[in-house]
């Protein structure tokens, strides 16, 4: 018999109920044993859903306060010195002031001790909180969270498979601090807490468990080839049988490496590479399960059931009894239920799908296997046919006229009118700012005030003219502060905004929202993206309004704000009908009418946020070219029509930049603003090795913590930069947009960054 199982659940609940009693919890509303209260209640409702759905085995470790390499990293006992406890074991404040920073003489290690870095989870938009590992680090079986909840699942009548990080991807997303060392030095010490976990979670009556190595789809290094090799072949002496879960992208090199571990089962992700399909039956050997991971876990469409079952039923010929059915990743990059999505036409909302219906798909897809004349499959394939026939013929999806403006597209749209060399001369005196010109990313605070407006605005409790005042009234506030505060280069604040990507799209044909697809990105971030099922326009201005208002407030230069086309599109559930590519050259023409009527309202910067660009990447170095290319010509797409006195910004965040700063540098952006503050200014290495040629912000305070940094903090980061970046080239500002901020500490941070600036320059006057 076939198996159903699935890799992990998205946890922060139908109406985000864990991120709304965390953040109580950070407010001092909510004590932590109600916060843990809710975090069970979570975990039970989501194994029931998962049961129901008609999965066999749950995951279970799948949970995370904020972030689950975080979780890792206390469980083995690798915490900072500034964060050890003064007495005693970890707590959950120590796991909150690792991600979030510490502000509080109270707090259960040292006060103002700065937040862990955080960084991109391979390819997705989710953040994880990074190890931090000394060259003698010691590891120790410190933090229990693992074996509760597994006693929580059994108590309550579940057949579970506790889901771990491998130990050599652990290794691997962490980073070397002080004297420089191999963190594969570490791997001998490592080992026996996983063998303590292992014989841990046995007792506990479990009998597989999951151990997670994306990296095996990367393109690794041989001694870390060699030492999953070792590292396997010491851990099979411990109890439980093994699953190792590869996800993301393809084996390929590293296949034979993988089926050749010594354990009982090997995991791979069909969607993303489907190539691997039929080759690893004859790599596998004779006695281990292979889990097929064949529902996509980080899109919302359907699976076309009866494609995806061919493949199983070949699989199934060669495996018998060996074979599971899962989904290609962790749901965590789902949203949770569809079946509560009430203003989705139903032509649409038939072609999607969400968590709980990808443990349908997935239990559906192993009873076609196990039951193949059941009623219920035949009438699942029946109307599985129906829905990609519906797709394939529906004429909302395509655009004639779309697609003839981008089959126009030259060459020369593609580029500015001079070399930057010459461009920045004339904006330079255009301009007229100062040495280190201090700006924000683009938001101020999103309060309860702005956000109760856009609900009742929405419900229809609000006319269009007194919401439009109500933003004014914000927009006013923050300039004005801006003012008061002396910076340089102002925003308007995009209160009007209710996310980055979604405010755009809503305004954009092309695109569908749901209203209960959030997705956590980092901690109790979430994030709703939106759809993308047609091709792309622009039928009229979305932000000139509000900035041209904004900029009638003040003689300072106000910066126009907007998403760039991968971001927009990497933040979105994209089409898979057509490329990534032809999506993103679509938005990139719509922004590019944007970027137009923003220059023809006279705003004289305009910046094109690329947060995700990084992140979108291949995982496989053999594939960055083609990615890069579009990447870069997209961006130049929408940016290039201006004259050279208008001055291109983009931003970026949370990413490793130096394997694509030269496609950085192509992107020809006239300033780039960058998150360095957690990383103490080691991104800017890339951009001084490369000679990176145009201007650039680096963060110089985290906006994720809610740690006020001091000027003579954000000074000394600025002398950082000034040794890799020529002074005439360094810009000043925040690591990212300040909307999940409160204003006292906004403004407390943005005086003490005026006056690291301002210090700067006496300096180097």
């Excluded at 090997?266 to 006695?287: G, K």
């Excluded at 600025?718 to 006292?744: E, H, M, S, Y």
Aim: contains cysteine; negative net charge; proline residues 4%.
């Amino acid at each position: 018999m076939a198996l159903s199982h699935n890799l992990g659940f998205p946890r922060i609940g139908r109406d985000r109920e864990l991120k709304k009693a965390l953040e109580a919890h950070w407010r001092g509303e909510l004590s932590e044993a109600d916060l843990r209260s809710t975090g069970q209640q979570l975990r039970s409702a989501h194994w029931q859903l998962q049961k129901d759905a008609g999965i066999d085995l749950l995951p279970v470790g799948d949970f995370a306060w904020y972030d689950q390499v975080l979780t890792h990293s206390l469980m083995f006992g690798v915490i900072p010195e500034r964060f050890r406890p003064h007495a005693g074991k970890p707590t959950l404040q120590t796991l909150f002031g690792m991600a979030r920073g510490t502000v509080s003489k109270e707090s259960t290690c040292c006060a103002g001790a700065h937040a862990q870095e955080m960084t991109k989870w391979f390819d997705t938009n989710y953040h994880y909180l990074v190890p931090e590992f000394t060259k003698n680090q010691q590891f120790a079986l410190s933090w229990e969270q693992l074996f509760e909840e597994v006693n929580e699942a059994i108590a309550l009548g579940h057949s579970v498979k506790p889901v771990v990080i491998g130990p050599l991807t652990y290794l691997w997303l962490g980073k070397a601090k002080g004297e420089a060392f191999n963190r594969l030095d570490l791997l001998e010490s490592l080992l026996p807490v996983y063998g303590e976990v292992l014989q841990r979670l046995a007792s506990l009556g479990v009998e597989w468990v999951q151990l997670d190595e994306p990296i095996l789809s990367l393109d690794l290094p041989q001694e870390w080839k060699s030492a999953f090799e070792r590292a396997y072949n010491l851990l099979q002496r411990d109890p439980l049988k093994k699953l190792v879960a590869t996800y993301f992208a393809g084996l390929e090199d590293n296949l034979g490496l993988a089926a050749s571990l010594p354990v009982d089962g090997l995991h791979i992700d069909l969607v993303r590479a489907p190539e691997q399909f039929p080759s690893i039956l004859d790599r596998l050997p004779a006695y281990k399960v292979l889990s097929l991971g064949v529902v996509n876990g980080r899109n919302v469409w359907r699976t076309d059931l009866e494609k995806v079952l061919a493949i199983l039923q070949q699989a199934q010929q060669r495996l018998g009894d060996r074979l599971w059915v899962a989904p290609s990743c962790s749901l965590l990059h789902s949203p949770v239920d569809l079946s509560r999505e009430d203003r989705l036409d139903d032509e649409l909302k038939g072609w999607l799908a969400f968590a709980v219906q990808k443990c349908e798909e997935v239990a559906l897809l192993t009873l076609a296997l196990n039951d193949p004349q059941n009623s219920k499959v035949q009438l699942a394939l029946e109307k599985s046919r129906a829905i990609q026939a519906s797709r394939d013929a529906s004429t909302r999806i395509h655009k004639a006229d779309v697609q003839a403006r981008l089959a126009a597209v030259t060459a020369q749209d593609s580029q500015r009118r001079s070399a930057f060399a010459e461009r920045i001369k004339v904006q330079r005196e255009h301009l007229q700012l100062p040495l280190f010109p201090t700006t924000t990313i683009g938001s101020f605070p999103q309060t309860t005030a702005i956000r109760l407006a856009r609900q009742s605005f929405k419900a229809g409790k609000l006319t269009e003219a007194e919401y439009t005042e109500a933003m004014y009234s914000e927009i006013r506030h923050a300039v004005e502060v801006q003012e008061n505060l002396g910076l340089d280069v102002l925003v308007h604040g995009e209160a009007e905004r209710n996310d980055m990507v979604e405010y755009f799209a809503e305004q954009l044909d092309g695109y569908a929202f749901t209203r209960f697809g959030w997705v956590q990105s980092y901690g109790s971030r979430c994030v709703k993206p939106a759809v993308i099922y047609g091709d792309l326009s622009r039928p009229r201005a979305m932000t000139v309004d509000w900035i041209r208002y904004a900029q009638s407030l003040t003689s300072k230069v106000m910066k126009g704000m907007l998403t760039g086309p991968v971001t927009m599109l990497m933040w979105s559930f994209p089409r898979d009908d057509i490329s990534r590519e032809q999506q993103a050259r679509q938005l990139a023409l719509a922004i590019r009418d944007e970027v137009m009527d923003l220059e023809r309202a006279g705003i004289r910067i305009v910046q094109i946020d690329e947060a995700a660009f990084r992140e979108g990447l291949p995982l496989r170095k053999a594939q960055w070219g083609e990615y890069l290319n579009w990447a870069t010509e997209a961006f130049r797409l929408c940016a290039s029509g201006v004259a050279d006195e208008t001055q291109i910004h983009t931003h970026m965040c949370y990413s490793e930049f130096n394997d694509v700063i030269e496609s950085i540098a192509a992107m020809d952006a006239d300033v780039i603003t960058i998150e360095t503050s957690r990383s103490d200014m080691e991104l800017l290495d890339a951009f001084e090795a490369f000679d990176y040629p145009n201007e650039i912000g680096p963060g110089v305070y985290d906006i994720h913590s809610p740690r006020v940094p001091d000027a003579k903090d954000m000074a000394k980061l600025l002398r950082k930069a000034a040794r890799r970046i020529p002074v005439q080239r360094l810009w000043v500002n925040p690591d990212c947009g300040l909307k999940t901020r409160g204003w006292p500490e906004t403004e407390a941070a943005l005086i003490n960054m005026v006056v690291a600036a301002q210090t700067l320059r006496r300096e180097f006057a």
